[in-house]
């Protein structure tokens, strides 16, 4: 339980990896702070599940990641309720599927606002508190898609890179501050999120269900496996270990080989 007396919030964290993040983090002892949004009291059996498993305090917090008034009040309740943050994960995501032309202007402010904006207003309400602690572990949620493109996610595309580049400049900023800024990019991971795009992955290129699945996510994920929201969190618990002190400015891929080819 090396997190223990470490407090960490996760953004995006009742569902898929957001969730998972939150269980490592509270296996290892760390009070949580999760986010998002769903049915309350699904929300709360989670809350309470994480208490049970780390035996400190979890809290839930409905901050929307649009909102940045609202993300800064949500790091400054974790300050005074849990301590820290010592750790921060920038997790919330939405997907749109459509090609350019017919991209309705509205989700590409939501995907840049949620998937790539709350990240910065993240780091600038906790980064002050981590370099008062002199330590910190921030870590961000891009995605294969930070470093290739797919036709039809351009909102996604352009904010996961953009995720890329402010995870390189956060780490050269706070490097001598003790506080480590990375981002890890998964393959696909099977969680609602992918799940909710493959209808609209069908409409777009005219596909069966079975033939998203496996000539269009699959196709691209060398191990013909889906990534698992627990490979993903093992991955963000190394990162908050003394041993990764040195792993900073790093952009690192779960995707089964995808980005390799
Ligand atoms: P998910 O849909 O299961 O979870 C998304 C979470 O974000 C939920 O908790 C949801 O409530 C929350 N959220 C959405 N809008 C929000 C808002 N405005 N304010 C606060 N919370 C909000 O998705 P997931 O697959 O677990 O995705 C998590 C992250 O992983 C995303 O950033 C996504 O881009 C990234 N990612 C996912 C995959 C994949 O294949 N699933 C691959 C690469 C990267």
Known sequence: MFLK????IVTGSTSGIGLAYAKAFAAEGASVMINGFGDAAAIEQERAALEATSGAKALYDAADMTKAEAIEAMVKRCHDELGGPDIIVNNAGI???APIDEFPA???DAIIA???TSAFHMMHAAIPYMKAAKWGRIISTASAHSLVASPNKSAYVAAKHGIAGLT????LEVATHGIT???????Y???PLVENQIPDTMKARGLTREQVMNDVL???QPTKEFVTPEQVAALAVFLCRDEAKSITGANMTVDGGWTAA
């Open 218 to 220: 699959l196709a691209a």
């Open 95 to 97: 997907q749109h599927v």
């Open 168 to 171: 390189k400049t956060a780490a």
């Open 189 to 191: 991971v099977w969680t």
């Open 5 to 8: 007396g470490k407090s960490a």
């Open 106 to 108: 509205d989700k590409w």
């Open 114 to 116: 949620i998937n790539l």
């Open 181 to 187: 800024v990375n981002a890890i990019s998964p393959g």
